[in-house]
């Protein structure tokens, strides 16, 4: 099987301070005891890290009673079956990650798919399904590295609930655990590394499987406020017949404002 994601437009905006577009981050501060309800003040707040568009999710969270929309504009997907002459197009418009953060250190996350639309093609003929995705919840917990420094770690436990219409989904609740690890590397160079052990369902029964997805990215600024990474993705499962997957994924960010970022990715696997 052959696979070929591309044409990824990713759009983040601090939702809690829109119209913001010239911070200057002060240093580290007791945050303690800021919440949801009582937010971060703004000349206090961290500088902004993303989760996306990267598979490699990230360990620092969001500012205590600040919210910040992660979301791809446009993402689309080709898997190929040679052997069965089957070819499978996904495309998703405006799925978004919603992140709040609820105290210094942890934050909630909402992931969501409004539109979906896959066709799958056999043999010259095509069947198309369009309609909303699942709905993922997630808590991310830091333990270190929020405020800066060398080593960034977090734990981020997650559950899918099965909101997809027909042919779109599972109709299955699965779930999983993630640990990103972040580290600063000299020459101004940064490495995210993850693991995500993920419980999920059977294709040909009832039972339920593991898988273990494991990542690797590295970023850098090109010149003023374009920078780029180079990410590898690996999926092992331990369904029965299940294939081990790799992608290479190569991306741009772009970042007008200390509040602001817009990214395109491509993937090849």
């Known amino acids: ?18 119209g913001v577009t010239d911070l200057s981050f002060a240093e580290p501060v007791d945050k303690s005891s800021y919440t949801l309800f009582n937010p971060t003040p703004v000349e206090h707040l961290r500088e902004m ?15 205590a009673g600040h919210y910040q929309i992660e979301m791809d504009l446009y993402n689309t997907s080709i898997d190929e079956m040679k052997s069965e002459d089957i070819k499978t197009r996904e495309t998703a418009i405006g799925s978004f990650n919603l992140r709040m953060g609820l105290t210094q250190s942890t934050e909630l996350n909402i992931i969501f798919d409004p539109h979906l639309e896959q066709k799958v093609e056999t043999a010259g003929e095509s069947d198309t399904n369009t ?6 919840i ?22 899918k609930i099965p909101t997809a219409d027909d042919d779109l989904g599972n ?29 999920l369902k ?12 494991t990542s690797m990215v590295l970023g850098h600024d090109i010149a003023g406020d374009l920078g780029g990474y180079i990410e590898l993705f690996s999926a092992s499962s331990t369904e029965e017949d ?3 997957e790799a992608t290479a994924n190569i991306g741009f960010t772009y970042e007008p404002t200390h509040r602001h970022l ?6 090849v696997g």
């Open 131 to 136: 309609g909303i995705g699942d709905t993922t």
């Open 1 to 18: 099987m052959s696979k070929t994601l591309g044409s990824i437009f990713t759009l983040v905006l601090p939702l809690a301070t829109l």
């Open 171 to 199: 109709d299955e609740y699965e779930g999983g655990l993630v640990i990103p690890i972040g580290l600063e590397l000299p020459n101004g160079f940064e490495l995210g590394m993850m693991a995500q052990f993920n419980y």
């Open 202 to 213: 059977n294709e040909a029964n009832k039972k339920y499987h593991t898988q273990l997805d």
């Open 242 to 244: 299940a294939a081990w």
């Open 262 to 267: 817009v990214f395109t990715s491509f993937e």
């Open 49 to 63: 890290s993303t989760d996306r568009p990267d598979a490699t999710e990230g360990a620092t969270t969001v500012d």
């Open 138 to 159: 997630r808590y991310k917990i830091n333990f270190m590295g929020n405020e800066g420094g060398p080593i960034s770690l977090g734990l981020i436990p997650f559950v």
